[in-house]
């Protein structure tokens, strides 16, 4: 018999939730070692299985393993010429940092001090819609849909569709087909064995682009049971990494 545990030091709500309803969860195969932030210090055993056992990509990193992989991602460029061209010809474009969080880094306006000065630029895709597809070793176990719900508390551009825009994700959807497909070869590319991958997605013409793999994300009761269940799952030997 085995049992699941959940890496860092970091004291966040997910963590603390996986824990809660691993702690007395025992696996038939193998421990289950969940890397949730931090690496494990000791090491896991070597009989162990080791979920996310690798560094995370930064989001630029991402979006160049999403075009390697041929996963549609949204369009953006490292050279700055390229962005003023996009600028020139009327596209709405985003300077980033490498690596960000919650849309903070963003700086909407080429006329803005920083612009210029980011690490990518990124040029929006006018999507109707915004979705979270959790995977964990290639199998699909949640969805949510974003929906906007308050108003938004911080300055951010209003295309971006997160909390501190007003925006909760909602989970009585249905993923339109070939989403969870998208989602899957996404998590594929940046080599995570299980991840919540953020996808936009135009209802007109039934397609979508990929935003970001999130290595640790958000959890909520749903979710929360849905990746405890899912570990259990691969302790048990139920599931094999793809």
């Not at 969860?25 to 080791?50: G, H, L, M, N, Q």
């Not at 160049?64 to 991602?73: D, G, I, M, S």
Request: aromatic share 10%.
């Amino acid at each position: 018999m085995g049992h699941i545990y959940i890496s860092g030091e970091r004291n966040s709500a997910g963590r603390r939730a996986l824990e809660e309803r691993t702690a007395d969860t025992c696996t038939e195969k193998a421990d289950v070692y969940v890397r949730w932030y931090e690496s494990f210090k000791p090491a896991p055993p070597k009989s162990a299985i080791v979920l996310n056992n690798q560094t995370k990509l930064s989001n630029l990193g991402q979006l160049q393993r999403f075009t390697a992989q041929n996963v549609p991602t949204i369009e953006y460029t490292t050279a700055l010429q390229v962005a003023q061209q996009w600028v020139a010809e009327g596209a709405d474009v985003w300077g980033r940092k490498a690596s960000h969080t919650q849309g903070l880094d963003v700086i909407a306006s080429p006329k803005k001090v920083g612009w210029a000065q980011r690490d990518y630029w990124v040029k929006v895709w006018p999507a109707t819609e915004e979705w979270r597809i959790h995977i964990c070793y290639g199998m699909s176990i949640a969805r949510g849909k974003k929906v906007q719900v308050d108003q938004p508390r911080k300055k951010l551009p209003a295309a971006m569709r997160n909390r501190r825009n007003g925006w909760r994700l909602h989970h009585t959807f249905a993923p339109p087909k070939g989403m969870r497909t998208l989602a899957k070869a996404a998590v594929a590319a940046v080599g995570y064995d299980f991840g919540a991958v953020d996808i936009l997605w135009d209802t007109a013409t039934n397609t979508g682009k990929v935003l970001e793999v999130n290595m640790c994300p958000g959890l909520d009761d749903y979710t929360a049971d849905a990746y405890a269940a899912a570990f259990k799952l691969v302790g048990d030997g139920t599931w094999q990494r793809p």
